[in-house]
């Protein structure tokens, strides 16, 4: 059984850097073929894909967060990290990890972490 934890602050201040973990159990993030998003989820607003780190290291990005988006991993501790720069208010959101086995852009999730709830405020 796969299980994915996010992990991070849950309060930051504008104009810093948000930066969350997500700690991946009971199965590798280098496996092929899966995919690991990032997703978030604004008070009564829709889901928001933000972007992908592959099996294999390689990253993808929503357009209209790609210029503030970074994803990156530590496969030695299976465990793949959101930073999100500049935020402001707009960003506060449930912001979840999820697993999608069938590549970046299928919108398809088999596990998700339970969220973590991020607050941009000063």
């Known amino acids: 059984q796969v299980q994915l934890q996010e992990s991070g602050p849950g309060l930051v201040k504008p104009s810093q850097t948000l930066s969350l973990t997500c700690t991946v159990s009971g199965g590798s993030i280098t496996t092929n073929y899966y995919y690991w998003s990032w997703i978030r989820q604004p008070p009564g607003k829709g889901l928001e894909w933000m972007g992908a780190i592959a099996y294999s290291g390689s990253t993808y990005y929503s357009p209209s967060l790609k210029s503030r988006t970074s994803i990156s991993r530590d496969t030695s501790k299976n465990q793949f990290t959101l930073q999100l720069s500049s935020v402001t208010p707009e960003d506060t959101a449930v912001y979840y990890c999820?697993?999608?086995?069938?590549?970046?852009?299928?919108?398809?999730?088999?596990?998700w972490g339970q969220g973590t709830q991020v607050t941009v405020s000063s």
């Open positions: 999820a697993r999608g086995p069938n590549g970046w852009a299928a919108m398809e999730y088999d596990y």
